[in-house]
């Protein structure tokens, strides 16, 4: 009998786990690079920090055995050849690029993670019947940029826009490595991908307060960005009368409000924001002419967010005739819902059951680059708890033994999916 069991330990070795000591080693040397007094990160896309982040990314892909490479749109990917060439890439990864002074772990924990998992298996000898493939976004942060080059979705206009580290998204590209004049190489249709696959720290509090250790992402928000312009008249603040004015900024106060009222008096899970204002021409003297601020709504019904528009749209008009004041509304980025894939959610969820973790199908109310790759390919994605539903932020952290077990489930989908046929 113990000869049987022998050969039946044999013919099933114990499952590979991640080195979780030698993962969280590299999340915290990356952390140096745009490190900030507040113990988070600026690592804005297209900074010195930013490109010397990635030189150290690439590094640690060479130590994984991958080969790495910057593609057009200067995406960072790190390719382990298959068993079965014929066979489509599973992609894994995420970004490292962060809000201004973010946090250490918001695209970093996929990212690494996606490392450790490609070393893990080469340290354990295990080969893929699919070739794999690491992918390092470029300029998640600033818009999706680098998956929407690969979707194709790319415009000339975003080309154009000035990014937070001033410049050009066109030069920023140039900057890191890439070539903007031939982003069409970067381009990849259907079948060209087998799956994608991201592990992502939540962003919000559910999982920290529920205690649970892995989340299944159902789907992915939609996010529609506007600048909304409102123009009024600049006037002397001192001459001119309360009822003579045509002041954009009070009109755009009620706008404001009138956006938190449309989104929170409709049922769901929506939201609605005016993160940036900026008052023209800016002086306590002068009452505001111009006013730009921003609106963003996300949920993962389309139609929804639509619907939202449409209200928020007819309401700044009755605020405009009754302040005498115009508002226009310039679209300035649409990132639609995405849903991830069934069948990779059920992997996700054995991968996690057979390493003895709860679980929790939930939404990500964050964009992430799987939203753009979800058009071209079969995506799922792997939450891990954040401490106190803190994100964006230097005070941004998640556990130790969260990072490994979400890097541990990510090991073991991309076995599972390497055996699964999606197509």
Known sequence: MLGSLALRQAANPAPPSINGTRLINHIDALSEFGKNSEGGVSRLAYSDADRRGRDYVIGLMRGAQLNPTIDA????????????PSLPPILFGSHTDTVPEGGNYDGVVGSLGAIEVAQTLTENKIATRH??????????????????????????????????????IREGIEYLGGDSKNLADV?????????????????????DSEKIDIGIVEGIVGINWWDVTIEGFANHAGTTPMNKRQDALLAAAAFIQAVN???????????????????????????????????????????KISMLYGQISEEAQRIARTHQTSFRFEEINTNIPAPTDARIRKLIAASAEELGLS?????????????????????????????????HSPREFSRPKDIVNGTNVLLHTVLKLDQTRLS
């Open 359 to 391: 679980t929790k199908l939930m939404p990500s109310g964050a964009g992430h680059d799987a939203q753009d790759i979800a058009r071209l390919a079969p995506v799922g994605m792997i939450f891990i708890p954040s401490v106190a539903g803190i994100s």
């Open 187 to 207: 381009r990849r249709k259907r079948g060209d991908i087998a799956a994608y696959l991201e592990l992502h720290i939540e962003q919000g509090g559910i999982l």
């Open 131 to 168: 070739g794999l493939e690491v992918i390092i976004f470029q300029n998640e942060e600033g818009g999706l940029i680098g998956s929407r080059a690969i979707d194709g979705e790319l415009t000339e206009k975003e080309l154009a826009l000035v990014s937070r580290s001033g410049k050009t």
């Open 261 to 303: 009222k449309i989104v929170t008096n409709v049922p769901g899970r929506q939201v609605g924001t005016v993160g940036r204002i900026q008052a023209l021409p800016g002086a306590p003297n002068v009452i505001p002419g111009t006013v730009v601020v921003s609106l963003e709504l996300r949920d993962l019904d389309r139609s």
């Open 73 to 84: 749109a200067a995406n960072i990917i790190g390719r382990r050849a298959g068993s079965e």
